[in-house]
C-alpha cells in the first residue's frame, strides 16, 4: 500500500469514527432535550390544571353560596339538595387542590389560608340554612340583606386572586423554559443533522476518489497479471523444455554409461579367468624351484592351485579386489537401470481415470502376502476412498511404501501396518503406517533424495523409491509428508486431489 493510500485510508477511517461519534452525540443531545422538553411541557400543563382547579373550586363555593341564598328566599328543598351537593364536593375540591400545590411554598400557604376561609363561609350558609329549618326566616332574610358581603367572602376572593396570579407568573416562565429547550432540541437536531451531511459529502468525495484510485490500481494489476502470465507461460515452457532436456540427458548419460559398463563387466570376467592361469603358474614355478612334486597329471586347469605365504595373501587380495568391483559394478548397473527407468516414467503420460483404491491395494496386499507372512507382519485396511487419478502411478505410490514398511521392520517385533484414508475439502489423504525401525527426525527429507538413503544400511536398495514417490505425488498435484521417531514407527501420509483432470502438476513436470 502506498503513503496516498494510507493517509486516503486513515482519513476515510477518521470520518467515520467522526461521524459515528457525531451521531452519537447528536442522539444523546436529543434524548436528553426531549425528556426536558416534555417535562418542561408537564409544568406548563400542571400550571393550568392548578388554575383550572382554583376556578372549579371558586365555583363551586359560589354555587353553595347561590344555593343557600335561594332556599333562604324560598324554602324549596331543590334549593336544599343543590347546596348540599356543592358543599359535599367542597372539601373533595381542596384536597384536590393541595395535592396539586405541593410544589410551590407559597400555593402551599394560600391554599391553607383558602380551606380556613371556605370552612368558615360554608359555617355561616350552614347557620342560615339552620334558622330556616327553625322558622327563623325572616332573621336569616335580614341577614341576608344586610351583611351580602363577610370577611370570609372577601378572604375566599383575595385568595384566589393570589393564587391565579402566581400560577399565571409560573406559566409564563415555564412556557419560556419549555419554548428554549425545544428551540434548542431543534438546533441541536439540525446542527447535528448538517454536520453529518457535510461528512457524508466529504466520504463521498474521498469514496469517489478511492474508487478511481481502485480503477486504475485493477488497470494496473490487470496489466500486470497479463504480463506476469505471459512471464509465467514463457518460463514454464522453458522449465518444461530444460525439465526434457534433463530426462533426454539423463536417459543418454545411463545408457551411454552402459557401453563401458559392460566392457568393464567383460574385463572384469576375463580377468577371472586369467586369475587361475596366473596363480597356478606361479605355483608350478614354487614347486620347480623348491624340487617340490608337481601337479598330478588328472588335476584339471580349474583346480585352485596351493600357494603359500606371500603368494597366498596375494591370491587373497586378488580374488577380493575383482569381488569388490563386480559388486561395485552390479551396484552401478541397478543405478544406471533405475536411472533409466525414472526417465522413461517422467515421459509417461499419464491418463486419470476412476480408481479403486481399497481393490488397487488389496492386490498389492495379495503380491506381498508371502513377504508379510515371513516377516511377521499383517497389514490392515481401513477407509479407502476412490478417487480419479492415475492407475500405474497410485499402483507404484502404495507398492514403494508397502514394500518399504515390510523392508524396514523391527527385529523380533511383528509387524502392524495399516493403510487407511479419509477426504477433507476436494482431497482424499491416504496414511500408510508401521510399527518399523522409524526414522531419525534428521533423516525426514533426506529420505525424499535421489540416491541417499538414512539409518543402518542392512537392506537391499538403492535410495531411489521414495524419491521416486514423491515426484508421482508431485505430478499427480498432491503432496507427501512423514512423520515418525526413531525406533517407533513411521505415518507416510499422501494428500492426493480426488478429482485430478491432469492439468496442473502432470503439465507442469
Avoid at 548419460?253 to 567383460?266: A, C, K, T, Y
Avoid at 614355478?285 to 617340490?292: D, G, V
Wanted: glycine residues 4%; contains cysteine; aromatic residues 4%.
Amino acid at each position: 500500500m502506498t503513503p496516498v493510500s494510507r493517509r486516503r485510508t486513515a482519513l476515510q477511517i477518521l470520518l467515520l469514527s467522526a461521524g459515528f461519534l457525531v451521531l452519537i452525540a447528536v442522539s444523546v443531545a436529543s434524548i436528553l432535550l426531549v425528556n426536558k422538553a416534555r417535562d418542561d411541557n408537564a409544568w406548563v400543563v400542571h400550571t393550568v390544571e392548578v388554575e383550572s382547579q382554583i376556578a372549579n373550586l371558586l365555583v363551586e363555593v359560589r354555587r353553595a353560596e347561590s344555593a343557600t341564598r335561594a332556599y333562604l328566599l324560598t324554602s324549596a328543598p331543590q334549593y336544599l339538595t343543590e347546596y348540599q351537593t356543592a358543599a359535599t364536593g367542597i372539601p373533595v375540591a381542596l384536597d384536590h387542590l393541595s395535592k396539586l400545590t405541593t410544589d410551590n411554598p407559597a400555593q402551599i400557604a394560600n391554599s391553607a389560608k383558602l380551606r380556613t376561609a371556605i370552612e368558615q363561609r360554608l359555617a355561616e350558609f350552614a347557620l342560615g340554612i339552620d334558622r330556616v329549618k327553625n322558622n327563623d326566616v325572616a332573621t336569616s332574610v335580614a341577614i341576608l340583606r344586610n351583611n351580602t358581603s363577610t370577611d370570609a367572602l372577601e378572604a375566599i376572593a383575595k385568595i384566589g386572586r393570589d393564587m391565579r396570579a402566581e400560577e399565571d407568573r409560573l406559566f409564563a416562565l415555564r412556557t419560556a423554559t419549555a419554548d428554549r429547550t425545544q428551540v434548542l432540541a431543534s438546533s441541536v437536531t439540525i446542527a447535528g443533522s448538517c454536520m453529518v451531511l457535510a461528512l457524508a459529502g466529504f466520504s463521498i468525495v474521498l469514496l469517489r476518489r478511492s474508487s478511481q484510485a481502485r480503477d486504475e490500481a485493477e488497470a494496473r494489476l490487470l496489466d500486470n497479471n497479463l504480463n506476469l502470465e505471459a512471464t509465467v507461460d514463457e518460463r514454464t515452457a522453458d522449465l518444461r523444455e530444460a525439465n526434457e532436456e534433463i530426462q533426454r540427458f539423463a536417459y543418454i548419460v545411463s545408457h551411454d554409461l552402459r557401453s563401458p559398463l559392460v566392457n568393464i563387466m567383460g574385463f572384469t570376467s576375463e580377468l577371472e579367468e586369467l586369475r587361475g592361469d596366473i596363480f597356478k603358474r606361479i605355483a608350478t614355478l614354487n614347486r620347480a624351484t623348491s624340487l617340490a612334486p608337481a601337479m598330478p597329471d588328472d588335476a584339471t586347469d580349474t583346480a585352485e592351485p596351493e600357494l603359500e605365504g606371500s603368494d597366498k595373501q596375494l591370491s587373497d587380495d586378488f580374488t577380493e579386489s575383482l569381488a569388490f568391483i563386480k559388486s561395485s559394478i552390479a551396484k552401478m548397473d541397478r543405478l544406471i537401470t533405475a536411472i533409466l527407468n525414472l526417465t522413461r516414467e517422467g515421459r509417461r503420460e499419464f491418463k486419470p481415470e476412476r480408481v479403486d483404491v481399497r481393490e488397487l491395494i488389496e492386490s498389492i496386499v495379495k503380491t506381498v502376502a508371502h513377504q508379510a507372512a515371513e516377516s511377521s507382519a499383517a497389514i490392515q485396511l481401513g477407509a479407502l476412498p476412490t478417487m480419479v487419478s492415475d492407475r500405474l502411478a497410485l499402483e507404484q505410490i502404495f507398492s514403494n511404501l508397502i514394500d518399504n514398511a515390510l523392508k524396514y521392520l523391527k527385529d523380533g517385533v511383528p509387524g502392524a501396518i495399516t493403510i487407511e484414508g479419509r477426504t477433507k475439502l476436494g482431497f482424499a489423504i491416504y496414511e500408510v503406517k508401521d510399527n518399523g525401525r522409524g526414522i531419525d527426525a534428521k533423516d525426514h527429507q533426506r529420505i525424499f533424495d535421489l540416491f541417499r538413503r538414512a539409518g543402518t544400511q542392512d537392506k537391499p536398495g538403492q535410495g531411489i523409491g521414495l524419491a521416486h514417490v514423491r515426484a508421482l505425488v508431485r505430478r499427480l498435484g498432491g503432496t507427501m509428508s512423514v512423520a515418525s521417531e526413531l525406533h517407533n514407527g513411521s505415518t507416510f501420509t499422501i494428500t492426493l486431489p480426488i478429482n485430478w483432470t491432469g492439468k496442473n502438476r502432470d503439465r507442469e513436470s
